[in-house]
Each structure stands twice: as C-alpha cells, then as structure tokens.
C-alpha cells in the first residue's frame, strides 16, 4: 500500500461532517482540519520503519485524540470512509501502546451502519493484541460473520458487549463466549438469535445485562453458573405474546432470587411489551424483598399501570436500607404514594442517590412551611412521572427540606405540561439555594450548655465541639429533641489544626452545615 505525501483522508468536506453528530466540543475540534492533521500525521508512515516516537509537542494531542471517546469516534468514523491507505490503523494502537506504557486495554465500535474491510482490518489489527485486550463492546445491525472472526481471537476478555446483533449469536458464537474464563461482565443481545438451548458456563460472571425474548432470557439464566452475580438487568422485547403478564415477570423474578439471593446488589427490569393487567409491585417484586444488600432497583414499563401506596414503599424502604439507586417508572393509579413515601426514603435509605418515582403532591402535603419535614439526606436526583406538581411553591419547599443536596430534578416524561410543572419547581429550589448561600442559618460553637440551648432555641442548627466533657452527646440529644433543630457533638482537640479540619469535614457531610469563621462563637 502507497502511503501518500499528505494524508488525503483528512480533506474533509462539509457534508462529510454533517453525516457525523459528535458533541459540541468534539465537532469544533472535527472542523479544524489542521488540527486535525497534526493530530493524524504520525500514523501515516511506511509500514517498514519502526514506530517514530511523537516529539513532545505533539505527545498531548495524540493522548486526546486517543483517549477521548466524543472525539475518536466520529473522527475515526470519517477516516475509515475517506482514507485511502490502511497505514494508519496499523500505526494507531502501537502508538497507544507507546503513549501509555501498556497495550490497548479496551476496544468500542459503536453504531456500525456497515460492514467494511477497513473494520475488519482494524480488528484483525488488534488481535495482535488480544493476550491483554480486557474489554470488548461492538454495536451494530450491519456486524456480520466476517467482524466477528477476528473477535474470537480475544480469548481473556474481562468484559464484553455484543448489541443489535443477535441474529450472530449461534451455538459457534456462544461457545466462544463461554470458553472466557476470565469474563465477569457481560452485556448481551439476543433478538433474533437462532440459538435453542445454551450449556452451563459463565461460571466468573459479575455482571450480566441480557436482551431478548422472555424465552431465551430465562434460558441463559439457567446456564449461569456464578454463584457471584452482582448485577443484573433484563430486556425483554417480546414473549409468548403481545402483552406481558405478571407471571411472566414473576418467572425472572423467582430465577433470580433462587440463585443470587445473598450476592445481588443490582436489579433491572424493562418490558417493551404493556401487561396486560394492572401490575402489583408486592406481588411480582416482594420475594426481593429479602436481598437486603441491594443497592439498585429499577422497572420500567410506561404502558402499564401500578398499584403503589405509601405503606409499600415503606416497606421497600426498611428492606432494602442500602439503595442508592432507586427507579419505579411505572404508570400509577391516582392515588399513588404520597409525600410520605418520601419521608420514608430519607429515613430509612440514607445512601439513596437516584430516585424516580411517582408521588402525588396534592395529598398529604403540610399546609404550612414550618411543618415541613426537614432532613440532611443527600439525594441528587430526581424525576417525578404522570403528574404536575401541583402547588408548585409548596412543593419546592419541601423538597429542598427534605433533599437539601438536590442537584437535578425532572419529569419522567419531557416536554409535556408536567415537565414544565418541575422545571418551574426546580427554579424555586434553585432560589431556594442562591438564597441560603448568602445567608447561612448554622451555627458552631466550641462548647458550653447555655450558649448552645440559646442557638438552638432561636432555631438554628447547631454542631458542639467539645474537648473532654462527658454531657456534651447528651445535650445535643435533648437540644435537638425540645426545639426541632439539628444538634450534634462532635470530641476534638481545637488545638489540633489537623483535627479540626477533619471535625469540620465530618460536620458538614453529617449535618451538611455551611459554616463561615463570622459564625464560629467561641464561649
């Protein structure tokens, strides 16, 4: 292959790049063609030499060009369609390999629209190093048999995605990806593929995300062999027919805690088809109720709805105390949970991170701000479905009481009125914040009863710093149970700078108190 003078895949044109849509800062940078070039340059070498080492100057921009995912991929896009030497792709991972001191750890070929010699070079091309290739993910309806040949090479895979070609995924294929004995993270797609049973393997799996039919899904699961799994997730695009029924869920339900009752920490469920009933969350989902170490629970079906009452989410609440993550995305009946079942949350779930639930705001909601429920809890995100906010002001108040560390807030279901209802609650919470910022209502004192009952009485949140005194627990106890307020002790030596900056650490990931020295009172 002729290596030209100038690289003629970077004369890109401008309809080349429409047909690309990277994120705005990777698009500046695909526009610039003479950063481009300088970025390309070092792979367009002959074959014969041995690899150059880039200068210094040139050193950073190939590390971006590398290892940042918004730019390689449409770049690398545009130069396998326009590129009329291979010689940069058998230049570009060595230079990696180079860069980073090691082999290239991880392969992504996304949205692959078609088949071309050039993939299957480059992917031949990395076979040379598959001793050390960890992770594998290719995506894409126009994989054929011819891709996945030089696939099979990579035989100590750690993780692996194969989507949107299942029709691939054959007893050849299959057994392929049962001989990984390394494997613990696999995310598999099997629409359409024409396998009929599946052998007991995947003894190492960590891991597992599976689409498909209902069928096979429950086929594969029984050939799992890890009695480790961690995580699981199901995608269930059809079944025994057009609508999804409870028992059917029940099926994965019941596989899975007959197998990873004590080792699952994460659990998904998505159907695309609509059950055919109104769906009971107690039912289908209660035996996991059990797996008291979860951390991650979502279902997701739009077309149906549910029966969810505050005394169930409570329930889900004092189960599973170690949610961080936690998506109930199911139409529910008008009643539904209320602002209880967010007290509930706070309560019980203090690592909870991500919550999408359904709540009514027009029931149970305190008529007046000072009843609000307050908190420290540090949720960041929300998503509310199916539902305005009703008294929006309300709503923001206490929201921003209960999940002071709130970050993002939304709908379930975008540019709808009930989408605009939240953007116009989270604008309030936002002042909220902008308003707090300027003038913060919590106060330190380093010791002494009296100073401390007269800061608590006046309603402000107070953190004891105390030395030596043994009443010091006891007192904030009681002051925080008579006025209402947050009151915590905290023992530390004010003379130890390394220690009282990581009192003040403490205090502030505890009570989440935003301190300034003008509010430090000293007895």
């Known amino acids: ?58 050193k950073p921009l190939l590390w971006a060009a590398l290892s940042w995912k918004a730019f390689v991929d449409p770049a690398l896009d545009i130069l396998w369609r326009n590129m009329h030497s291979l010689t940069p792709f058998f230049k570009l991972f060595p230079v990696y390999k180079t860069l980073d001191g090691m082999h290239v750890p991880h392969v992504e070929v996304r949205g692959i629209s078609q088949e071309s010699d050039i993939l299957v070079t480059m992917l031949y091309i990395v076979t040379s190093d598959a001793p050390t290739l960890e992770s594998l993910s290719l995506d894409g309806r126009a994989v054929t048999q011819l891709s996945l040949q030089p696939v099979k090479q990579f035989t100590n895979l750690r993780s692996l995605s194969l989507t949107q070609m299942g029709r691939l995924i054959d007893d050849t294929v299959l057994a392929w990806i049962s001989s990984l004995t390394q494997l613990t993270h696999l995310t598999v797609d099997l629409q359409g ?86 769906l009971s969350l107690t039912d289908v989902f209660g035996s996991l109720w059990q797996l008291k170490g979860l951390e991650r629970f979502e279902v997701k079906q739009h077309q149906t709805t549910s029966t969810l009452t505050d005394a ?60 609000h429920p307050t908190s420290s809890h540090g949720l960041e995100l929300v998503s509310f479905g199916w539902s305005a906010a ?80 043994k009443d010091a627990p006891e007192i904030a106890e009681k002051l925080s149970k008579e006025f209402n307020v947050k009151v915590k002790a905290y023992k530390c030596d004010v003379s130890d700078t390394d220690l009282v900056n990581k009192t003040l650490k403490l205090v502030y990931e505890e009570l989440g108190l935003g301190l300034v020295p003008s509010q430090v009172l000293l007895p």
């Open 1 to 58: 292959m002729d290596t030209p003078s100038q690289p003629q895949s970077l004369q890109l044109e401008t309809f080349q790049m429409s047909q690309v849509e990277p994120s705005r800062p990777a698009g500046e940078v695909l526009r610039n063609v003479d950063l481009l070039r300088v970025i390309f340059e070092h792979f367009d070498v002959d074959l014969d030499e041995d690899q150059p080492t880039p200068g210094n100057g040139k």
């Open 193 to 278: 593929s024409p396998l009929t049973s599946i052998p007991s393997a995947f003894s190492t799996l960590l891991s597992l995300d599976i689409a498909g039919s209902l069928s096979l899904i429950l086929l594969f699961l029984t050939a799992v062999e890890s009695a480790a799994l961690k995580d699981l997730s199901f995608l269930v695009l059809t079944g025994g027919s057009g609508s999804a029924t409870a028992a059917e869920w029940k099926l994965l339900v019941d596989a899975t805690k007959s197998k990873w009752l004590t080792s699952l920490r994460g659990f998904s469920l998505e159907d695309k088809r609509a059950l055919d009933n109104v």
């Open 312 to 371: 169930v989410c409570r329930h889900i609440a004092e189960s599973w105390r170690m949610l961080r993550v936690l998506r109930i995305e199911v139409r529910l009946q008008p009643e539904g949970p209320s602002i209880e079942a967010l007290i509930d949350f706070a309560k019980y779930c203090p690592h909870l991170k991500s919550l999408s639930l359904y709540v009514n705001f027009n029931k149970g909601m305190p008529s007046h701000p000072s009843q």
């Open 390 to 469: 009703g008294n929006e002001l309300a709503a923001a108040k206490c929201l921003d009481n209960l999940f002071p560390r709130l970050k993002r807030l939304g709908s379930m279901v975008p540019n709808s009125n009930e989408s605009r209802s939240w953007e116009q609650v989270k604008s309030f919470i936002w002042a909220f914040k902008d308003n707090s910022r300027e003038a913060v209502k919590s106060i330190l004192v380093t010791g002494g009863h009296a100073l401390s009952r007269a800061v608590a009485q006046a309603g402000e949140n107070v953190a004891i710093i105390y030395r030596s005194s």
